[in-house]
Nanobody, 115 residues
Framework: QVQLVESGGGLVQPGGFLRLSCAAS????????MAWYRQAPGNQRELVAS???????NYADSVKGRFTISRDNAKNTVYLQMNSLKPEDTAVYYC?????????WGQGTQVTVSS
């Protein structure tokens, strides 16, 4: 069983930055994929960035070059560094993890990019 708790969301001006954190309740070394998804009002939930246990990463085209996913196994935490934020990045951001055939979701954290 894994529980995921996100933090770090908030209100930021366009061009600003935020770092989201996702703390896992158990050891994340056995987790295969950790990822960040987001969902804006009226839109479907979409993948933002993912990282496999071997370290390979994948990013949505819309965030490439601006967002970076990383993980700290010692702290059981995965991060999403978001730079050069745009109003269209406004959404609820969810942490996601898979262990075996089971998928886990966090409760979400709101990110609002507005002047």
């Amino acid at each position: 069983q894994v529980q995921l708790v996100e933090s770090g969301g908030g209100l930021v001006q366009p061009g600003g930055f935020l770092r989201l954190s996702c703390a896992a309740s158990g050891s994340i070394s056995s987790i295969y994929i950790m990822a960040w998804y987001r969902q804006a009002p009226g839109n479907q939930r979409e993948l933002v960035a993912s990282m496999r246990s071997g370290g390979s990463t994948n990013y949505a085209d819309s965030v490439k070059g601006r967002f970076t996913i990383s993980r700290d196994n010692a702290k059981n935490t995965v991060y999403l560094q978001m730079n050069s934020l745009k109003p269209e990045d406004t959404a609820v951001y969810y942490c996601y993890a898979t262990m075996g055939i089971t998928a886990y979701w966090g409760q979400g954290t709101q990110v609002t990019v507005s002047s």
